[in-house]
């Protein structure tokens, strides 16, 4: 196995329940995705993308197939890895469409929280959230309360959260949907810049039409199987 792969999948499936009302959500899907890449996921209503997403997030368990985490078998036929909450905390990150951030804790330990139950010293995991605010440009705000943010800084800090314990994959579920167009294109580029400073893999399932030009790199997901096609990869400096 290429150690060099942020996450590779091959011949995943997931079936929900069994008999004649069994639903095959996912069939022998196969990707693989580089550090440093970001790319998209793409299929209509219940093609199976919340489906993959969960099983790539280590939250619900695949039927069978194969599934790598920088280099390391994650999943061949069952897991195998003893505790997937840690797997979670320390190897995936998760952006949403909305931030979700902790009300009373400030910027700062909102994004050092992760790697301080990873077990990190106090001080090291703040000056991790710092270095990573910074990044995010939102380092002047890093000793304010999440409410006095705006919805763009408040989605910056949750990102530097996905990135904060330096995961070698993050999974971004519709993380542009309720942005226009300036501020979803704006994401894509913090994405992109991300991904590339911290060689992380990053999927992100959309069907925002506003940022899909941007990969370069694009899966399609019909029906349980997914296709790959070469995007636009739209310029975002
Ligand atoms: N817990 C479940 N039990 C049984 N069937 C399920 C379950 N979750 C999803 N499914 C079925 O699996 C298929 C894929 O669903 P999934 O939620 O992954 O699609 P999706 O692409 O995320 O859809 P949407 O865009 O509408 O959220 C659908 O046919 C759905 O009805």
Redesign the pocket.
Known sequence: MDKAIGIHIEGLSKR??AGDTA?D?LKEVNMSVAPGEVVGLI?P???????LLKCLGAVIEPTKGRMTLGGEVIYDNAWKIADLRVLRRDRIGFIFQAPYLIPFLDVTDNVALLPMLAGRPNGEARARALELLQALDVAHRAKAETAELSGGEQQRVSIARALANRPPVVLADEPTAPLDSERALAVMRILNQMASQYQTAIIVVTHDEKIIPTFKRIYHIRDGRTFEEAGEGLSLE
């Open positions: 929900y329940g639903v959500a299929g209503s219940g093609s199976g993308k919340t489906t």
